[in-house]
T-cell receptor, first 113, second 114 residues
Framework: QQQVKQSPQSLIVQKGGISIINCAYENTAFDYFPWYQQFPGKGPALLIAIRPDVSEKKEGRFTISFNKSAKQFSLHIMDSQPGDSATYFC????????????FGKGTMLLVSP | NAGVTQTPKFQVLKTGQSMTLQCAQDMNHNSMYWYRQDPGMGLRLIYYSASEGTTDKGEVPNGYNVSRLNKREFSLRLESAAPSQTSVYFCASNGLAANTGELFFGEGSRLTVL
């Protein structure tokens, strides 16, 4: 069964600190790994995504690190700000035919001022 | 540009009642999806439509039906609502296969079944 395991469930970080959220997957056919950000009362929105041909992707303060051999990937938020407080979902999808996204259970991030 | 629009935003039902959640997208996307979000459970796929005229079951389809009315619209129907269907429902769309493109989500429909 396709599965993506996300940790921690919740995270409190001080302003200016580094937030780290981890995900692990089992299906070696997965080849697309996006992160979605969701603010209260809103739908999720794509934050950043990576494919297995690179080990790291950076967009501003957000970085995905990818470890193909360990089947793990993580989101790092540098210089975390109160405006980053949201729920973050990792996800994965495969490369065989039509493949839907499988989401992790989410991490609620609170950045304290 | 409205993106993905869901109606209603809030609904309260009694057990056994039926209702339909409506979703429309104006991005000319081929694929549309219905997810439910429950605390601690993440986003779980109920049904999806890879293209106009096709629908397929996702992870949690029991108790739901869908209709891809045309390329723009994808509705989710609860025939006999149960308290276990209390949830926030999200519609999403994308223009390519899910493994290559960004999913665009609506703002959600919050359903309570008493």
């Amino acid at each position: 069964q396709q599965q993506v395991k996300q940790s921690p469930q919740s995270l409190i970080v001080q302003k200016g600190g580094i937030s780290i959220i981890n995900c692990a997957y089992e299906n070696t056919a997965f080849d697309y790994f996006p992160w979605y950000q969701q603010f209260p009362g809103k739908g999720p929105a794509l934050l950043i995504a990576i494919r297995p041909d690179v080990s790291e992707k950076k967009e501003g303060r957000f970085t995905i690190s990818f470890n193909k051999s360990a089947k793990q990937f993580s989101l790092h938020i540098m210089d975390s700000q109160p405006g980053d407080s949201a729920t973050y979902f990792c996800a994965a999808s495969g490369n065989s035919g039509y493949s839907t996204l499988t989401f992790g259970k989410g991490t609620m991030l609170l950045v304290s001022p | 540009n409205a993106g993905v629009t869901q109606t209603p935003k809030f609904q309260v039902l009694k057990t056994g009642q039926s209702m339909t959640l409506q979703c429309a997208q104006d991005m000319n996307h081929n694929s549309m999806y219905w997810y439910r979000q429950d605390p601690g459970m993440g986003l779980r796929l109920i049904y999806y439509s890879a293209s106009e005229g096709t629908t397929d079951k996702g992870e949690v389809p029991n108790g739901y039906n869908v209709s891809r009315l045309n390329k723009r619209e994808f509705s989710l129907r609860l025939e006999s609502a149960a308290p276990s269907q209390t949830s926030v429902y999200f519609c999403a769309s994308n223009g390519l296969a899910a493994n290559t493109g960004e999913l665009f989500f609506g703002e959600g429909s919050r359903l309570t079944v008493l």
